[in-house]
């Protein structure tokens, strides 16, 4: 017999919140894992948006540090650590930052296990935020995620839910290579189902937003919701989506996108950064040549145009892939006559 306190639904959390959950779950489980940024302990305010506040005060600021503001001077102290058995997770303020610390991420990070034969591993995190929608403009919005995709060695993960958001930090911090998680700042505080305590989602694992069959749309981060969004529309139309949320980025997982495709017969790739040799660019070409001669159109890509986020609100709009963008695309392709 249940009772009205069995049918209360579980609180809803933000993405925001998971993020400190699962820091603060994984310091509490090893105490070899540090968190180092900018402004990240408590006296600073525990991160410019709080990701992580309270973990200072909780496990010491020997283990929850705030740093200079120097990118390159928190991705030597985050490496150095990893080599000597910690595992740093360095918070890089804003994604655009990251290219001030490259040769450390890129140079350094990325390659150290292939330049010592496998004898030096590189545990880290690397947190970063990023995503258009508050006018701070072509600095502070850009997704990069084809830059780190390109870089072997190092893995790249966007959750779009708090669930995974928590479940992929946990992997992350798992992991014995460096592991770059990207978080969208328009969704950070959107309230959504909480994730489990211990949970972990696997590295390269993605999951089925919804099931369609006229159309697979391949997308990730913040664009899962936009794409969610654009369904009204689409069914409106006469078009059933079935949306992959890739939730890894490198290594993709092409099994499940695979799958759908070989349902749908189409696909559409939806991501926020600039359409040119983004990460789209890949997958649309893995498909293409997968299913090549099966495919009822060709492979879709919404995207943004080649240009910096703009600063004005009207233009920055009209920058973002918009949900009734997507549907109407989607439509398209769906409809076009091959």
Known sequence: MSGPASQTKPKQVSILQALNQALSDAME????????????????????????????????????????????????A???????GYKPVAEIMLMNFTTVAMDMIFNHAAKLRYMSGGQTHVPIVIRTMTGAGFSTAGQHSD??????????????VAPATAADAYGLMRSAIDDPD???VIENMPIYWTPMEP??????????KARIAAEGNDLTIVTYSGMVHKCLAAMPQMAAAGVSAEIVDLRTISPWDQETVFASVGKTKRCMVVHEAVRPFGAGAEIAAVV?????????????????????????QALESAFVPSPEKIAQAAINLVKAKN
Do not use: N, Y
């Open 195 to 204: 994730p489990q305590r211990g949970h972990r989602v696997p590295i390269g």
């Open 78 to 84: 985050a490496i150095g650590a990893s080599l000597v």
């Open 143 to 156: 997704f990069l995620e084809a830059w780190f995709a390109h870089a072997a060695g190092l893995k790249v």
């Open 288 to 312: 293409s040549e997968q299913f090549f001669g099966s495919l009822r159109a060709p492979v879709g890509r919404v995207a943004a145009p080649f240009t910096p986020v703009p600063f004005a």
């Open 178 to 180: 460096p592991v770059l």
């Open 29 to 76: 489980d090893d105490p070899k894992v540090l968190v180092l940024g900018e402004d990240v302990a408590d006296p600073e305010c525990g991160g410019v948006t709080g990701v992580t506040s309270g973990l200072s005060t909780k496990f010491g600021e020997h283990r929850c540090r705030s740093t200079p503001i120097s990118e390159q001077a928190i991705m030597g």
